[in-house]
């Protein structure tokens, strides 16, 4: 988004991953953004090859590879284990290449959403990363309770159903990943009028 467009402008990518698909969930996912006001503005079924899903991680580049591999270094000492990676980093490549395996192992849904706070609310409505610990109410509480305790052990991704944007700008960089800006379509719903606009008339007759 620039800076010069209506917040309801921001646009966020949200993935749905191959057991998303295969838990049959497409439609339930769909229903929770769009319930919440959201306009999809595109989508496509798509079979991503690993570079892909490796291209789709590394739009957070070196600073990505590092806090998630700090982040898992750190789950390591709490539970009392020394981490068997050598570095942050390392740790961070090894989670590269389980998560690209796992989002290349079947057919994904990659879709568009817009609106106002669209990265923030739809990320809460999905949950936090970790299944075991999402909120109830929320996609992954509802529907997955995968662990990292489950995933390290078998040393394999953690199962979440879903990838959203972390941030509006990681949000533009990941949608270039998987569509082409005319694959975008700029279109007004009829909701939008009851959210956003200033005066809510033409309501009475
Ligand atoms: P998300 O935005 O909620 O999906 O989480 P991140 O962007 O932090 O991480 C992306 C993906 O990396 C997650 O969906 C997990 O598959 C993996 N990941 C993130 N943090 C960890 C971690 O601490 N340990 C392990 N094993 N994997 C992680
Ligand atoms: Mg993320």
Not at 53 to 81: N, P, R, T
Not at 140 to 154: A, P, Q
Not at 166 to 171: C, F, I, L, N, R
Not at 186 to 205: F, K, M, Q, S, T
């Amino acid at each position: 988004m620039t800076t010069t467009e209506h917040p309801k402008k921001e646009r966020t990518l949200v993935i749905v991953k191959p057991d998303g698909i295969q838990r049959s969930l497409m439609g339930e996912i769909i229903k929770r953004y769009e319930q919440a006001g959201y306009k999809l503005v595109a989508t496509k079924l798509v079979l991503p090859t690993a570079e892909q899903a490796k291209d789709h991680y590394m739009v957070g580049g070196e600073e990505w590879l590092e806090s998630v591999g700090v982040k898992a270094s750190a789950a390591y000492e709490k539970k009392g284990m020394k981490s068997p990676f050598m570095t942050p980093r390392e740790n961070g490549l090894a989670i590269l290449e389980t998560n690209a395996k796992y989002l290349s192992s079947g057919p994904v849904l990659a879709m568009v959403w817009q609106g106002a706070h669209v990265v923030e609310v739809i990320r809460k409505l999905t949950g936090g990363t970790e299944p075991r610990s999402s909120e109830a109410g929320s996609i992954r509480g509802d529907f997955v309770h995968d662990s990292y305790m489950i995933s390290d052990t078998d040393n394999r991704s953690i199962r979440n159903l879903i990838h959203a944007s972390g941030s509006a700008a990681d949000a533009e960089k990941e949608i270039r990943v998987w569509f082409h800006e005319h694959e975008m379509i700029d279109y007004r719903l009829i909701n939008e009028a009851i959210l956003y606009d200033v005066n809510l008339d033409g309501i009475l007759d």
